[in-house]
């Protein structure tokens, strides 16, 4: 099953989540416009298509976004991340840190995106990947409250729909919401809240 038949499975869930309002449209005017921190996959097809969205939504706001890029982006930062083969969670969080103090922003932007060819290898479902994104929030805020007051963490999800002619969205996610609706825990370890297959 190649990522476009894969995704083509998961638009039902796509749209339940939109449905519930798990998945929400992205106001230009409630994001954070004094610059950030992005943890983004570095998908090479799918990485400027974000960031520009990303830009144009925070215009006339302060134009620096902090990035921090590798295979599967914030899926690696849960302690037990099925994506991280080293210790790219803990690499991931002390750049965010570093990236806090030189840049002085006050913002985290976590973009999951589907599909993820990362996400794909390591046979991630789409709701095992939301629910890495919403553990990936809270281990970053737990890290931060160790050293001082946490930033803003958001998470987004960028989806490349297919299956009705090609287009593009990114959406807030709303990870208490989502464990609710797919009765799952929400919580910073994944495997203790990974959905039995
Ligand atoms: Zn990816």
Redo the contacts with the bound molecule.
């Keep these: 099953m190649n990522l476009s038949q894969a995704q083509a499975a998961d638009i039902p869930v796509i749209e339940q989540l939109l449905g519930e309002g798990v998945f929400r449209d992205i106001k230009p005017e409630e994001l954070p416009k004094d610059g950030d921190i992005i943890i983004a996959?570095?998908?090479g097809d799918?990485i400027f298509d974000t960031l520009f969205h990303h830009r144009g939504l925070c215009e006339g706001g302060r134009p620096c976004h902090h990035l921090l890029s590798l295979?599967?982006?914030p899926l690696l930062l849960p302690v037990d991340s099925p994506t991280a083969r080293y210790a790219e969670g803990v690499i991931l969080l002390e750049h965010a840190l570093g990236g806090r103090k030189l840049k002085g922003v006050n913002t985290v932007h976590l973009y999951g995106?589907w599909p993820?060819?990362?996400?794909g290898l390591a046979n991630l479902s789409l709701v095992e990947c939301l629910t890495l994104l919403g553990s990936a929030k809270e281990r970053l805020l737990d890290f931060f409250r160790s050293f001082d007051d946490p930033p803003k963490v958001i998470p987004l999800f960028h989806v490349h729909f297919v299956h009705s002619g090609e287009q593009m969205r990114s959406y807030y996610f709303d990870r208490h919401h989502f464990a609710k609706v797919m009765k799952v825990p929400a919580g910073r370890n994944w495997r203790s809240s990974r959905i039995a297959a």
Excluded at 116 to 119: E, F, I, K, L, R
């Design positions: 996959c570095a998908d799918r295979n599967s982006g995106h993820c060819g990362a996400a």
